[in-house]
């Protein structure tokens, strides 16, 4: 499952294997009671508990992506399924940087109002006072999770001369370039906030309706981490009220099934809000290389279990 123009890719990295391609969920269906392994590079097909105990033979669940909230985790442990996310492998994940370089953008698409600005233009007007943009320089930045993305986030905000802070309690070797302080202080501090956390369930809603009215009035947030860290709803109470001053995001809770998805709607009403269909890390260089990645370590798995 992933991006067509990469099949023989693929193909290439499973040679030991026979390799069915499946780009929907019915032609996932159609081949899901024969496999052994998912290469999952898309996260596009939801893997619920039906369709994994449809997989009688499945051994190892691989995913090109370091979450995995469109699979049931609970069926795949009862049922002995190894799965493998690239959360944690760290030093491959160094120098992968699509995902910050998208969360940066979305950060300066709202900072500049440049989504409604396009619109203004191809309307065929052409009045740059209904624009006016916040200048980076001198501005806070709070920074939710200084792991790799997070720290890839303060390297562009210091280039753009902004002050840099942090919250993240998992970290024991602080980054120099991030100033820490405690959740509470970072948001009512912050002109700009990014969050950058892996999900787990103890960390769903992390940023909660009241987290969300401690944000500092006018603050843009940005997730491009997932949608269950957040409470959507307080995010779209802030917005409609004007707490928030913008929203840029890349995850929805429910993806990719987001039909009638309130963010979506309030998008359609409020130009302050961007939104992207989770293409952080779909960067065709970076994608063969982290399915490269995940194929190896695919592989190596299926050959432990045939021990």
């Not at 123009?5 to 290439?12: K, P, S, Y």
């Not at 619920?48 to 051994?59: V, Y």
């Not at 792991?147 to 998992?170: H, K, L, N």
Request: proline fraction near 4%.
């Amino acid at each position: 499952m992933g991006p067509a123009d990469l099949v023989e890719f693929v193909r290439g990295q499973l040679s030991d294997f026979v390799v069915e391609f499946a780009f929907n969920p019915e032609e996932v269906d159609a081949v899901i009671d024969k496999c052994v392994g998912v290469m999952d590079a898309s996260m596009r097909i939801r893997f619920d508990q039906n369709r994994i105990n449809r997989a009688m033979l499945l051994r190892v669940y691989a995913t090109a992506t370091t979450g995995a909230t469109h699979v049931d985790q609970t069926t795949l442990q009862s049922r002995g399924i190894q799965l493998l996310t690239l959360q944690g492998q760290s030093d491959f994940l160094r120098n992968i940087t699509p995902a910050a370089e998208l969360s940066w953008m979305l950060l300066m698409m709202c900072a500049r109002q440049v989504r409604p600005a396009l619109q203004h233009v191809l309307d065929g007007k052409w009045d740059r006072t209904q624009f006016p943009g916040h200048m980076l320089n001198g501005r806070s930045i709070g920074i939710i999770g200084c792991g790799r993305i997070g720290q890839w986030m303060a390297q562009y905000a210091t280039a753009f001369g902004m002050s840099v802070s942090g919250f993240d309690p998992g970290i024991k070797d602080w980054p120099k370039s991030i100033r820490r302080l405690e959740l509470d202080e970072l948001l009512s501090q912050s002109d700009f906030l990014s969050l950058h956390v892996s999900f787990s369930e103890s960390l769903r809603m992390m940023i909660d309706s009241g987290k969300i009215r401690q944000m500092k009035r006018g603050a843009i947030f940005i997730n491009t981490s997932r949608g269950e860290l957040v409470d959507e709803q307080a995010l779209i109470t802030a917005i409609i009220e004007g707490r928030l001053g913008g929203l840029g995001v890349d995850v929805l809770t429910g993806e990719p099934e987001i039909s009638n998805h309130p963010l979506i709607e309030l998008a359609r009403t409020h130009s302050n809000v961007v939104i992207t269909p989770h293409i952080g890390g779909f960067s065709p260089d970076a994608l063969s290389r982290v399915i490269e990645f995940s194929c190896q370590r695919l592989k190596l798995a299926l050959r432990e279990v045939d021990k």
